[in-house]
């Protein structure tokens, strides 16, 4: 089973939700981590629809667009999604621009390098800026009491954000004093 099936069933082991709002949880949860083309999302749930992984409900609209369907996640997409999240994962490979253009940077004037490096400094801060207002946001939704609250994971995985964001600001400060 395809990674974009998992983390759809990721979102629907929290929660049921239409076609639309996977494709936008995918881009406010999971956004800075993982990506899903829109394109992508209905063929996979009448996929997983059909093996029995999710359930289809139709939920009236109140005004004159048609009835949307929620999709829920069955038990057996929720063992699936779980022995998923038990399987050992192969560390992925970093694929970066960026970081081949810096290793071609003896190649440039050091002015046109800091020039680069600084405006990558910046959306790193951006980012930095959202991952740090998403996890106080999530803080303040999160049961300390729960020990299976899955805000508790989604704190893990921004938090994770965070540390990269101030590395790689870390990295651009240092190759900026060393242009």
Not at 3 to 26: F, H, V
């Amino acid at each position: 089973m395809s990674a974009n099936r998992y983390a759809m069933l990721t979102l629907l082991a929290r929660e049921p939700l239409s076609g639309y709002d996977i494709k936008q949880q995918m881009n406010n949860r999971m956004g800075p981590f993982w990506k899903i083309g829109s394109n992508q999302v209905y063929p996979e749930l009448a996929k997983m629809d059909k093996e029995g992984l999710v359930k289809i409900q139709g939920v009236e609209q109140h005004d004159y667009r048609p009835a949307r369907k929620v999709y829920e996640i069955t038990e057996v997409g929720k063992e699936k999604l779980i022995e998923w999240t038990m399987a050992p994962s192969e560390p992925q490979q970093m694929k970066d621009e960026f970081l081949l253009k810096a290793y071609n940077s003896w190649l440039i004037e050091p002015e046109d390098m800091k020039k680069r490096l600084v405006e990558r400094k910046k959306m790193h801060e951006e980012k930095l800026s959202v991952y740090l207002d998403k996890a106080a946001e999530l803080k303040g939704m999160q049961d300390p009491a729960n020990p299976k609250d899955p805000i508790t994971s989604s704190i893990a995985v921004v938090e994770f954000g965070i540390q990269y964001e101030r590395l790689y600001i870390e990295w651009c400060e240092k190759f900026i004093h060393s242009c």
